[in-house]
């Protein structure tokens, strides 16, 4: 049975930093990414990480790039997101996420984590 677990939200003023952690059991994924939810808006995307043999590429959202890093550790199953000079736009849910193909919107993905709160004050 394959589960993605997050941890590492919380609070954090503006400008803060906090990284995320989502660590995948059941099997391995190509693709490990994040997505966020604010009250009240549709689930949006964050960025991703792909690996492919001894390549990894990341692809950002334009309103996290330069801001948010995603890294993944392939013998743990895990991906993290790595937040900088958070921004109270930044609350939301975030949900990891994981499938075999680009996960450049929410329908592709086949595996979503149960979400943790990301709150930041200004």
């Known amino acids: 049975q394959v589960r993605l677990v997050e941890s590492g939200g919380g609070l954090v003023q503006a400008g803060g930093s906090l990284t995320l952690s989502c660590a995948a059991s059941g099997r391995s994924f190509y693709f490990m990414g994040w997505f966020r939810q604010a009250p009240g808006k549709e689930r949006e995307f964050v960025g991703y990480i792909s690996y492919s043999g001894a390549t990894t590429s990341t692809y950002y959202a334009d309103s996290v790039k330069g801001r948010f890093t995603i890294s993944r550790d392939n013998v743990k199953k895990s991906v993290y997101l790595q937040m900088n000079s958070l921004k109270p736009e930044d609350t939301a849910v975030y949900y990891c996420?994981?499938?075999?193909?680009?996960?450049?919107?929410?329908?592709?993905?086949?595996?979503w984590g149960q979400g943790t709160q990301v709150a930041v004050s200004s």
């Open positions: 996420a994981a499938g075999d193909v680009a996960l450049v919107g929410a329908n592709r993905v086949d595996y």
